[in-house]
């Protein structure tokens, strides 16, 4: 590992610490310190797909940017299987949120062990492969469910850590180059 450096970035600045390679997480993996968040209500919205039938609850989570986590596994969710959601499709959240929202759908795949799968449509731009504040608003959903705070989530993009305490969360995952851009 190396010396934490800082990063700015819209949501303020980050502290990252180079971890180097961690099995199960890939090679180049970085921590990150993603700060304070907020929390609403659990299970205070309802989460629905306009052309899917069927209904989950969500939580809302404030990272510094809006999101709405909602658990399949619960009793009253109705949606299809994390893999079959069409998320191409905007998911519904009432009552609306002002700022709009990016929209987490989770699995959990092995509660004692902190496993779970997410997927997430983000507000402006459809499904992503992966996203930082949402795999953090998604753990500190799982563990106002659970009293588990440590989860490895599964997203379309890879295989990320998210450690909750109380007053922040850290996000820990492989960093990769994906593209060398120059601007003529």
Not at 36 to 54: L, N
Not at 102 to 108: A, D, G, L, T
Not at 113 to 134: F, I, Y
Request: hydrophobic share 40%; with cysteine; charged share 25%.
């Amino acid at each position: 590992g190396g010396k934490p450096f800082h990063l700015g970035t819209r949501a303020g600045v980050k502290i990252l610490t180079s971890l180097g390679d961690v099995p199960g997480l890939g090679k180049d993996v970085f921590q990150v310190e993603m700060g304070a968040w907020k929390r609403g209500d659990v299970d205070g919205y309802e989460v629905t797909i306009p052309g899917t039938s069927g209904s989950a609850r969500g939580t809302f989570v404030d990272m510094g940017n809006p999101h709405v986590v909602a658990v399949l596994e619960d009793a009253f969710a109705s949606l299809p299987n994390v893999e079959d959601l069409d998320l191409v499709t905007k998911p519904v959240v009432a009552p609306e949120i002002p700022s709009d929202q990016n929209v987490e759908f989770v699995r959990i795949d092995a509660q004692s062990e902190g496993d779970a799968t997410m997927r997430v449509n983000e507000r402006g731009c459809g499904e992503t492969l992966s996203c930082g504040t949402g795999l953090c608003a998604t753990a500190i959903t799982l563990r106002a469910k659970t009293g588990i705070d440590h989860w490895t989530i599964t997203v379309r993009g890879g295989t990320l850590r998210v450690d909750v305490t109380d007053s922040d969360v850290k996000l820990t995952g492989a960093a990769t180059l994906v593209a060398d851009i120059d601007l003529l």
